[in-house]
């Protein structure tokens, strides 16, 4: 079964605007974390967040945010104000003791920030 | 900054041949791991590595090796390369961490090399 589910292949996002990348996962610890990277064509996989299940608040890293809602087990991704640079790749990641604190990766969502 | 690099970018080969991946951290971190990502599939995990000369088998390892001498250095081997092996090889390196497990924090990754088998 599929561990993190990223529906969205890929989003349009116009320069400034904020952005939301939705993440659904499963599992069924009450004890995991979730990550979201981002990987620009140059293939480098960059740590953006970390949200805890624990952590009573989402986690913000300037202008990305994490939506993270546990009862619908989702951690959406939110990038405010839009740059030409953050067109990329991004995936959404989880770490769960039942699966030895493996990563489990979402097949990703292209962003493309237009002019 | 945490600095993971890989040997190559971009690597071609041919059926049949045998393959390193070079992969060196300067973090002095326990853990190292080694992914590929195909597209529509993400990221899967072939070895990981949380010491000196231990390794541990990751979701695909069939068909691939690894070596790890040096705490700093963590190799990915195809022992006889496939076309089915063509993919983009990422490693990564992460702490233990206060948590003490082995899977430890975050989890920093280098450039990636990208590998066509023909």
């Known amino acids: 079964a599929q561990k993190i589910t990223q529906t969205q292949p890929g989003m349009f996002v116009q320069e400034k605007e904020a952005v939301t990348l939705d993440c659904t996962y499963d599992t069924s610890d009450q004890s995991y974390g979730l990550f979201w990277y981002k990987q620009p064509s140059s293939g480098e996989m960059i740590f953006l967040i970390y949200q805890g299940s624990y952590d009573e608040q989402n986690a913000t890293e300037g202008r990305y945010s994490l939506n993270f809602q546990k009862a619908r087990k989702s951690a959406n991704l939110v990038i405010s104000a839009s740059q030409l640079g953050d067109s990329a790749m991004y995936f959404c990641a989880m770490r769960e003791p039942s699966n030895d604190y493996k990563l489990s990766f979402g097949a990703g969502t292209t962003v493309t920030v237009r002019a | 900054d945490v600095k993971v690099t890989q040997s190559s970018r971009y690597l071609v080969k041919r059926t049949g041949e045998k393959v390193f991946l070079e992969c060196v951290q300067d973090?002095?971190?326990?853990?190292m791991f080694w992914y590929r990502q195909d597209p529509g599939l993400g990221l899967r995990l072939i070895y990981f590595?949380?010491?000196?000369?231990?390794?541990e088998k990751g979701d695909i390892p069939e068909g691939y090796s690894v070596s790890r001498e040096k705490k700093e250095r963590f190799s990915l081997i195809l022992e006889s390369a496939s076309t089915n092996q063509t993919s983009m090889y990422l490693c990564a390196s992460s702490f233990t961490g206060t948590s003490g497990h082995h899977w430890g924090e975050t989890q920093y990754f280098g450039p990636g090399t990208r590998l066509l088998v023909l």
């Open positions: 590595s949380y010491d000196v000369k231990m390794k």
């Open positions: 973090m002095d971190h326990e853990n």
